[in-house]
């Protein structure tokens, strides 16, 4: 197992576009989330999911983002209708059942909306 | 609420030199607490939870109750030790999502 993937690794984008990212987490994870970075932050988090369950969202989930995790595998985070202010680095994480597991990043996926 | 606050948005030290990048926590129960670095084009790592207790790169940190600090301290500094270094705490129970500070960017001059 080679950690948690994140594809694509960049996407630009017209405005108004729709985009979606996946992450593959490490696969006895059962624990997988979603954080944004921007510029001169750290990540805040955006979504939680406990196997297929999303059983957490951010207040910075707007209407527009909508994320799934069928199966409990792999998950996909997309944006709808795009706007410049998604412009930002989104990393997804997982973790696994036991309480020395920590938590696993991804290399994330850089959002350009031009 | 959930807050982690990493003062220093910058630190620069000499190689050798003691580092420590100070960390502060607000969490009403006991958070588990954690470093994490990020080294130039590379993705996020764990360098310490507080829960592990142990040294990693000569990286320590002590979780102060009492202050809501988890200061995280190397006495001599190397040049590879730069990087984008992040607090972050994760509170019991629920998600137990992580809470990151701004981090802070540490550059060792040779």
């Known amino acids: 197992d080679t950690g948690v993937s994140q594809n694509p690794r960049h996407k630009i984008t017209k405005r108004g576009q729709n985009v979606t990212f996946r992450c593959d987490p490490i696969?006895?994870?059962?624990?997988l989330y979603w954080y944004r970075q921007t510029l001169g932050q750290g990540p805040e988090f955006l979504t939680y999911f406990q196997n297929e369950a999303q059983l957490e969202k951010s207040r910075l989930l707007s209407d527009r983002f909508s994320a799934e995790r069928p199966k409990g595998s792999f998950s996909t985070l997309e944006i709808q209708r795009t706007e410049q202010g998604d412009s930002a680095m989104y990393l997804c994480?997982?973790?696994?059942?036991?309480?020395?597991?920590?938590?696993?990043f991804g290399s994330g996926t850089r959002l350009t909306v031009v | 609420a959930q807050r982690v606050t990493q003062p220093e948005k910058l630190l620069s030290v000499f190689k050798g030199a003691p580092v420590e990048l100070k960390c502060n926590y607000s969490?009403?129960?006991?958070?588990?607490l954690f470093w994490y670095v990020q080294y130039s084009r590379q993705r996020l790592q764990l360098l310490l939870r507080h829960i592990s207790r142990e040294s990693i790169k000569g990286f320590t940190a002590d979780l102060n109750k009492g202050e809501t600090s988890f200061h995280l301290k190397k006495p001599f500094a190397q040049e590879e030790d730069s990087a984008m270094y992040y607090c972050?705490?994760?509170?019991?129970?629920?998600?137990?999502?992580?809470?990151f500070g701004q981090g802070t960017r540490l550059t060792i001059n040779p």
């Open positions: 994480a997982s973790r696994g059942r036991r309480i020395n597991y920590g938590y696993t």
């Open positions: 972050a705490l994760s509170g019991q129970g629920g998600a137990q999502k992580l809470v």
């Open positions: 696969s006895e994870h059962n624990r």
């Open positions: 969490y009403s129960g006991s958070p588990e």
